[in-house]
């Protein structure tokens, strides 16, 4: 998706700031577009979520609350593009953080938001703004209990905050959310394969 402002507006009075969505779900929409262009949240309100590259970007989308159903079809659609060699990769990982989304949403339980707790040795100034509610993962189960699907989600949410991380330090995030108290090989290299998995 290309967001860098053409040459020829500069100067102009008027310029695209956002991309603005009406949305029954914010925190979900965002997450699933996060992933999708590999971008991050900006700003986190309570009737207001903005995800962009950066917060110097030109262009950024934002999402807003609408209380009222959907009856026609969306008149606006974006539209992405890729390498050819790319092109069947990106389509399968798009479609797997859609399905996610999908299935997150259904979600009954889901944790309440831990925004409001701060990351281990960081304290309350450090207390990360992640995207929507903690994923449904069950705590302090062996490794080879939990689902890929569910692992990946759980690590989108620690990322959807926009914090940058070494891979030991995600290993650490994730290992405190699944309740892990020590390392071990297979521990360690599953949740490292993950960590480590191209995002596109």
Not at 5 to 29: E, F, Q, S, W, Y
Not at 38 to 49: C, D, H, N, Q, T
């Amino acid at each position: 998706m290309q967001c860098g402002v053409p040459a020829h507006t500069d100067g102009m009075p008027v310029r695209l700031h956002h991309i603005v969505v009406d949305a029954h779900d914010l925190p979900g929409l965002a997450r699933f577009w996060t992933q999708a262009l590999g971008w991050k949240v900006l700003s986190e309100r309570e009737r207001e979520i903005v995800i962009g590259t950066d917060e110097n970007a030109p262009v950024g989308m934002c999402f807003m609350p609408v209380t009222d159903p959907k009856t026609v079809k969306n008149r606006v659609h974006l539209d992405l593009t890729t390498s050819a060699q790319d092109r069947d990769q990106e389509i399968e990982r798009i479609l797997r953080a859609y399905h996610e989304e999908l299935a997150a949403a259904h979600e009954p339980d889901a944790v309440p938001p831990a925004a409001a707790a701060p990351e281990p040795g960081h304290g309350d100034a450090a207390a990360p703004m992640r995207a929507g509610t903690r994923p449904r993962v069950a705590r302090s189960q062996p490794i080879d209990d939990y689902g890929e699907a569910e692992l990946r989600r759980l690590l989108t949410w620690i990322r959807s905050d926009g914090r940058l991380r070494t891979d030991d330090e995600l290993l650490e995030a994730m290992m405190d959310e699944l309740g892990l108290d020590r390392h071990g090989r297979r521990i360690d290299a599953r949740l490292l394969a993950l960590i480590q998995e191209p995002s596109g």
